[in-house]
């Protein structure tokens, strides 16, 4: 495992890396574009420092999608002590394709940890937010031994859980996991929101299906747009999903409607 | 309050009233379907006795829905001694209207507390579950004064929040807080069944809105048929965003995307 790591981006995922890092002795260099969150960071001790990231072993780009393959350019050509770059975002498609064409493939191993929550931010950041969570790491076909080693080391000293996946599977499969709940979430919000019913008003199953859509429009955004192939597929399966569902009911058809509830319970475990 | 309160129906909503009512001094009487049920409620105290409930001051129906009306006729001829009779069910026009027919209008008052989850069994009900729990209270034009009253009071002494509302608006606001997300929920499961995604790749979030699909299928079977003007009319409006959501999402339209996205949180809150 490398001896210093670079952290580009203090957010909830970076912030909670860099704690977790800091707290097992590792030596972490930090970054954001918000200079108060730099600020707070150095002064609790979090990161060491906020420059030499060019002499950093491994480099971590947790930024919002949209910005994280501008930064991948911009840092590439000072990483040539790093055995590892890797990322943080949703999407592993994109990213992946740019460190090919930077010439960096063979360093370069993306990472997707399942962790976090709808609070992207360094207030929210937190040791232990990786604990037996689920990490995608999707090598390149250049990826070196060292890189897949250094990606698969970086997650287990944070107790989570590395899965290797190539990109185009890791990103089809998100798009039903991930990407497809959150906007389900968001149009049932904006369903709630036309009919004038408050936030208030739900019960307990309720809120639950609209936590998501507190989620940051502009990080969804970007991960919505940047696998839109995949999530308007599922879409696509859900609006048929759906589409029976409204035909059965208009149908009362009891019989139909109770075999659907009982395939989704049968998946979804009692 | 009635001095002795009967509870037909002693699952998760039944049996926490039973528990609720049981801790506070009242005599509960009490009946299920299931002997084993009974048979535990007598065993715990929680319930007195499973005869005796004609003499009853206070009745209260909380069997799934698509009982309810068949129990409320056969008990009807022998609650004279009832100033309150009321249900815990899920949808609040059909059995108002029932209790119209059967000539006990001004001795019904519907409830619907939103509380409870997806196990509707005795062995998950609970004391407290109603605490701060909003409960609708819905009467019908002949409600007497007594009979509201009564109602009032049974749920404020399980320290729930009870809320006048009629029928037609209680069951139109359903639809959009409880129906619809429940429907969403299974259809997303369904999708997810179809693409062979397993529970354990979800995320924390998509985890959420999975939950309700665990929900009862017989339960919930009566529940959308018996509401299913309201239910449609949710679902169709939820198509129409999905549709949008569809149309910008393959266009790439990531202003508009993150305008939805921003419109669904403000709603939600942050």
């Not at 420059?51 to 840092?75: K, Q």
């Not at 759906?242 to 989704?264: N, S, Y």
């Amino acid at each position: 495992m490398s001896d210093t790591v670079a952290i580009i981006g203090l957010g909830l995922i970076g912030g909670s890396l860099a704690r977790d890092l800091h707290q097992r002795g590792i030596t972490v260099l930090g970054r954001d574009t918000d200079r108060n969150t730099e600020i707070a960071a150095l002064n609790e001790g979090v990161i060491h420092a906020t420059n030499g990231l060019a002499d950093a072993r491994c480099i971590v780009i947790a930024t919002p999608v949209s910005d994280s393959i501008d930064t991948l350019e911009r840092i590439a050509p000072h990483t040539k002590h790093a055995e590892l770059i890797t990322d943080t975002g949703s999407t592993k498609r994109r990213i992946q394709a740019a460190a090919l064409q930077l010439g960096i493939g063979a360093r370069f191993v993306g990472s997707h940890p399942l962790a976090g929550d709808h609070r992207a931010v360094w207030s929210a950041a937190r040791t232990g937010l990786f604990a037996a969570a689920r990490v995608y790491v999707c090598g390149t076909h250049q990826s070196s031994s060292a890189a897949l080693a250094a990606a698969d080391s970086l997650w287990r000293q944070c107790g989570a859980q590395p899965i290797a996946m190539n990109a185009g599977d890791h990103d089809a499969l998100l798009a039903h996991t991930s990407h497809l709940p959150q906007i389900i979430s968001t149009a049932l919000a904006l369903v709630l929101d036309g009919a004038d019913v408050d936030v208030a008003q739900l019960g307990p199953g309720g809120r639950d299906m609209v936590r998501l859509a507190a989620s940051s429009p502009r990080l969804w955004r970007d991960v919505l747009c940047d696998n839109r192939d995949n999530v308007v597929a599922a879409l696509q399966d859900l609006q048929s999903q759906l589409a029976t569902l409204e035909q059965v009911l208009t149908a009362a058809d009891g019989a139909v409607i109770e075999k659907m509830l009982e395939r989704a319970r049968a998946w979804r475990g009692t």
